[in-house]
């Protein structure tokens, strides 16, 4: 399963060593996910990392070698009502890359969060990881530690 991890999930990953977001990477190898961002994620991840506790940048270096870095994609050829014009082109990347996008961001994507934007589930990293769970794909004995 592909996975696009958007600058939230990215930034919680890196600021803390509890939680879903961390818990993504940890689990990934084991579950054989492959774990896609983009250069517009990235880079907002980039601008945003200093704001966080100078621990969060030592966890970035270690995590980002697990990231597949893919080209943005910003235009569509199928109908698209989005409010949120700076995510379109996390939203079209996920879409046109992998299985899920995995957001933080409930305010900018609160019209798809919980559900399909065309054949792209989109959730946060907690419901996607009770979503495995549930389905019998997930369990504790999988996560590494990171």
Known sequence: MRLFLDASVLLASAGSANGASRAIFSYAAAQKWSLVSSPYAVNEVLRNLGKLSPEATMAWLRLRPQLVVVDDIVSMDRPVIFAATKDRPILFTAL???NALLTLDKADFVD???GRFYELDVL???????RERAAGRLSNDAIQKR
């Open 96 to 98: 046109a890359w992998t």
């Open 112 to 114: 798809v969060l919980g």
């Open 124 to 130: 946060l990293p907690y419901d996607f990881l009770e």
